[in-house]
């Protein structure tokens, strides 16, 4: 077995430029999908080149990342050549390091990327079109999943935080207005899509950080912001990196030790200072809800949002497309609500009802999908939470000093502070596992998996 | 009941081979202590690989000490980040050198902190797989929920004190002559390891 995997040549090539011989083709318009005009209304002045070439590259990374299955130990490496207008910037010495910095500390992989002229001009979008997003009063931004985090952050930012907030959301789906307080607030889409090589691509996904991060620093810097605020409480954030599993790279999408490689990358590209903020960070999911409840009473927050990642194909019962209930995200959606005294419906999921001991027959009769691949999404999920609880506990005490020590780094604080805050997380996040499970009853299925706590 | 749920562990065989050792009571400590040197050195040439291994241990031990107090800067440990390929081992190590700098630990004292956290975070990183994977199995009735649980609980005791000691001191060894004592060469069958394939173009 080869150690040093084999390196995938990439090129990104536009509509009508030529494939090369050796190198896997990343075609612009067929594989990368993006509208670069929506971004160029937020400014009033002359078509930016850099708007387009910004985007181009957190398409060709996704592309990289999400057509190539990853090898068992993990390292994938890629040499990718992007077109792009200004290659004398984006070739720059600094700007390149700050790149691969980047994304070989989100991804785990060795990234090789050169910049080239582009072959044919690009069309530069008709001016004139500007909306609310021209007058520039916007002072921060929020990267806006319409999820448990998006909403508390919205809802708390809105009551505490004096700045008006621009909510960003990238992908397909459409969100037209938001509404906090029966006020519409300002919200912009950026229609971005990319298809990997393959239907059997690789499902780590580490780069939709960069993605979602990336975009966010360009919609910053047209705008005028400084400031991103970043949603994720402390669970999702630390968690993945508290706890690592095997030999797969620690996840830090949402992570300060990334968010802080990010801004010095933005800082490259744009010569300005844009900072990440993770306002939510030292709360547990539950606590930020619990935040939003009192500021925003009322259950839409858990009506209106998913958090299960699964599709209509993996998810669906009762003839309607549920969320499952029992993977990562949803088990801590469910323990996180609990803990901020909301009371769901159970028919938002799949999995209704934990208390039953049998993992089967605890799905709804009308559960068509692989039981047994949901069978250990949901042993991941119960083990994740479970490995949390024990994460500051004497044997595991110095794993959890470099994971502060990272803390401190990316969100420029001392060591002792993110020490105390840290170990207030994971005693809250005990607590309201603890009490989750306990909801459950002792015959639950979950009881049988997990032991800390 | 399946005899052998390490058989199907998504990991490479070093580790599989660690798991059929604790899996089984009849092998000792002793076999179980060589089974994870044996994975965790060969984990150290893939990911870490001996040149990074080299540059740390030389940030600390070499001529080159930057100042009479012995200290390593930050900038000098990122800059050995940047040198070698990703991964997670190394990142362990990098960040597990600028928490001992930042604890004032100078030189050999700094050096062995940063492997002994490093070793510890990597064996609680593989058993909470095997765990994983085991609870996988108990649940398809080829092993149980307790022997889940054990196989977890005996991986990491074997992590002690004593023996991320040694293991530091087989690590400082490797970095700084570039090899193996012969015995453990021999053991554990390992070569130079992987490159950074830029660094030769």
């Not at chain 1, 090539?13 to 011989?21: A, M, T, W």
């Not at chain 1, 930016?48 to 181009?56: F, H, Q, R």
Request: hydrophobic share 40%.
């Amino acid at each position: 077995m080869s150690e040093y995997p084999q390196v995938q040549h990439v090129r990104v090539v536009q509509e009508h430029e030529k494939s090369r011989s050796g190198s896997h083709t990343c075609r612009i318009g067929s594989h990368i999908s993006f509208d670069a005009d929506k971004l160029q209304c937020y400014v009033p002045g002359p078509w930016e080149p850099v708007i387009y070439d910004t985007m181009l590259v957190a398409g060709a990374v996704e592309f990289c990342d999400i057509s190539f299955k990853r090898p068992l130990g993990w390292r994938r490496a890629f040499k990718l050549s992007i077109p792009v207008h200004e290659p004398g910037r984006w070739n720059a010495d600094e700007l390149k390091a700050a790149l691969r910095s980047c994304l070989e500390r989100l991804t785990g992989d060795a990234w090789d990327i050169s910049f080239r002229s582009l072959k044919h001009a690009v069309d530069s979008p008709a001016q004139g079109d500007f909306g609310f997003e021209a007058d520039r009063r916007f002072k921060a931004a929020i990267p806006y999943s319409d999820g448990l985090d998006s909403r508390a952050l919205a809802a708390i930012m809105h009551h505490n935080d004096p700045r008006p907030l621009l909510r960003i959301r990238v992908g397909e789906k459409n969100i037209r207005s938001h509404q906090v307080d029966d006020t519409k607030v300002p919200f912009e889409n950026i229609p971005f899509s990319v298809v990997g090589l393959k239907a059997n691509r690789e499902s780590s996904a580490r780069s939709r950080g960069f993605k979602f991060g990336l975009l966010s620093g360009l919609a910053a810097y047209l705008t005028g912001i400084d400031a991103i605020v970043v949603p994720e409480s402390g669970q999702g954030s630390f968690g993945p990196m508290l706890v690592t599993v095997g030999q797969a790279h620690g996840d830090r999408r949402t992570h300060p030790e990334f968010t802080s490689l990010l801004s010095a990358f933005l800082r490259q590209i744009f010569e300005r200072e844009i900072r990440f903020e993770h306002p939510l960070i030292w709360n547990t999911k539950g606590q930020s809800l619990a935040h939003a409840r009192q500021l925003a009473p009322g259950d839409a927050i858990w009506k209106e949002t998913r958090s299960c990642w699964k599709d209509a194909r993996l998810a669906s019962a009762g003839n309607s497309h549920r969320q499952c209930g029992i993977c990562a995200a949803c088990l801590l959606r469910r323990c996180s609500l609990h803990a901020a005294g909301y009371v769901e419906d159970p028919e938002m999921y799949v999995w209704e009802d934990l208390s039953l001991p049998d993992f089967a027959s605890a799905a709804h009769p009308s559960f068509r999908a692989n039981l047994a691949s949901a069978k250990n999404d949901a042993i991941a999920a119960t083990l994740h939470m479970d490995h949390i609880a024990e994460s500051d506990r004497d044997y595991g005490k110095l794993s959890l000093q470099r994971q502060v020590l990272l803390a401190a780094e990316g969100l420029g604080i001392s060591y002792e502070n993110a020490y105390s805050s840290m170990t207030k997380l994971i005693a809250q996040h005990r607590s309201e596992w603890h009490d989750f499970k306990a909801a459950q009853g002792s015959a639950s299925f979950l009881q049988s998996w997990a032991i800390a706590a | 009941m399946s005899d052998g749920p390490y058989r199907s562990l998504n990991m490479e065989k070093v580790w599989r081979d660690l798991a059929q050792c604790v899996h089984y009571p009849a092998n000792s400590v002793l076999d179980r202590t060589d089974a994870l040197t044996k994975a965790l050195l060969r984990t150290v040439k893939t990911q870490i690989t001996p040149n990074g291994l080299r540059l740390i241990v030389e940030a600390f031990t070499g001529a080159s000490q930057p100042d009479m107090f012995n200290t390593v800067s930050p900038e000098k440990l990122e800059a050995i980040r940047s040198l070698c390929l990703p991964s997670d081992l190394l990142n362990s190590a990098i960040d597990n050198a600028k928490l001992a700098v930042s604890f004032g630990l100078v030189g050999d004292d700094a050096l062995e902190n940063c492997l002994n956290r490093t070793i510890e975070d990597h064996c609680r990183s593989r058993s909470r797989q095997i765990e994983e994977h085991y609870l996988r199995k108990a649940e398809l009735n080829e092993t149980t929920f307790e022997k889940s649980r054990a196989i977890r609980r005996d991986l990491d005791g074997l992590v002690t004190q004593s023996f991320r000691a040694s293991m530091t001191a087989k690590l400082i060894e490797w970095g700084k002559s570039g090899h193996l004592s012969k015995a453990s060469i021999d053991k554990n069958s390992l070569d130079a390891g992987p490159v950074r394939a830029t660094d030769h173009e």
